[in-house]
């Protein structure tokens, strides 16, 4: 079973950085997609951020300018730096990852935003 680990969560006043990380672990096979999703609560889980095998990105437009996605798909490592973070940035963030047997979840972690 595919495990993916996230860390760098907390809490961070308005304005301020945190930096997200996830490592893959018990993975076969290759992955073509890794990526950040978020939960605020009473609400849907939705995209922040993905990055495919090739490099290319895609960010929500709530986050364009803000956060940044980097990673290296081949070593199953999965990074999102967040800059100018907002209180509506509040919420479980989640890494994601994709092959061709399906995709995968890591348990998540909290960021919060707040004075």
């Known amino acids: 079973q595919v495990q993916l680990v996230e860390s760098g969560g907390g809490l961070v006043q308005p304005g301020g950085s945190l930096r997200l990380s996830c490592v893959a672990s018990?993975?076969?096979?290759?992955?073509?997609?890794m990526g950040w999703y978020r939960q605020a609560p009473g609400k849907q889980r939705d995209l922040v951020a993905t990055i495919g095998s090739s490099g290319n990105t895609i960010y929500a437009d709530s986050v364009k300018g803000r956060f940044s996605i980097s990673g290296d798909i081949s070593k199953k490592t999965l990074s999102l730096q967040m800059n100018s973070l907002k209180p509506e940035d509040t919420a479980v963030y989640y890494c994601?990852?994709?092959?061709?047997?399906?995709?995968?979840w890591g348990q998540g972690t909290q960021v919060t935003v707040s004075s």
């Open positions: 018990r993975s076969s096979f290759t992955f073509y997609n």
């Open positions: 994601n990852a994709r092959d061709f047997m399906g995709q995968y």
